[in-house]
């Protein structure tokens, strides 16, 4: 069966720190991935997506980036974190025209 | 640009109710429609997905249902149960790279 590992679970971060969150699948392969962000009050936001290896798409311009150095590994990073970085994190996985499935999320708090 | 809209925003019933949740898209083009729940500080877990071909969905005490041509899906919960409070979220799937884009929610509180 399929799975999505996501850590860590909680973050605390000071402002201008680097961040790297990763994500794993298991039992599929070649699946689309993506990250999304959470703001308290508001909705989910598609922050990158891709569909292979090394192929990434960025939905909205930000302090953020992502990689996807395996088939199954999408990684966040940011250099600097800001305030305005604060959320909760979340990655996915699909295969087009089934249903997403999301991991557990990250909390992250920059102070 | 696509726009998927919830309402109500919030909702509480007592225990036993059945209950409607609304969710509207402004672009009919859709690949299909997915709808979530999520527990406060948890990640979201998949209810239905339902395909533009097809009318509605069901799974035990939920069924969804898809009407593309006017943008709208209901969520309906059948004698709602107090574990049944959470945040119900609408998603719907679509373009070219097949994002999928989300409603803001309708957080269900359900009363013993």
């Known amino acids: 069966s399929q799975t999505i590992h996501q850590w860590p679970a909680t973050l605390v971060q000071p402002v201008g720190s680097p961040l790297s969150l990763e994500c794993t699948v298991e039992g599929t392969s070649n699946p689309n991935l993506y990250w999304y962000r959470q703001a308290a009050g508001r909705g989910l936001q598609l922050l990158f997506y891709?569909?292979?290896?090394?192929?990434i798409s960025s939905e909205v311009p930000q302090n953020l980036s992502a990689s996807r150095p395996q088939d199954r590994q999408f990684i966040l990073s940011s250099k600097k974190l800001l305030l305005s970085d604060s959320g909760f994190y979340l990655c996915?996985?699909?295969?087009?025209?089934?249903?997403?499935?999301f991991g557990s999320g990250t909390r992250l708090t920059v102070v | 640009k696509q726009e998927v809209t919830q309402i109500p925003a919030a909702l509480s019933v007592p225990e036993g109710e059945n209950l409607v949740l609304n969710c509207s898209f402004t672009?009919?083009?859709?690949?299909?429609l997915q709808w979530f729940r999520q527990d406060p500080g948890k990640g979201l877990t998949s209810l239905l997905l339902i395909q533009s071909s097809q009318r509605e969905q069901t799974s035990g005490r939920l069924n969804a249902s898809l009407d593309k041509s006017s943008g709208r899906s209901t969520l309906y919960i059948a004698a709602s149960q107090p574990g049944d409070s959470a945040t119900y979220l609408c998603?719907?799937?679509?373009?070219?790279?097949?994002?999928?884009?989300f409603g803001k929610g309708t957080k269900l509180s359900v009363k013993p």
């Open positions: 672009d009919s083009a859709i690949y299909n």
């Open positions: 998603a719907v799937l679509g373009g070219s790279q097949g994002n999928l884009i």
């Open positions: 891709s569909v292979g290896i090394g192929q």
């Open positions: 996915a996985w699909s295969v087009l025209g089934t249903s997403y499935t």
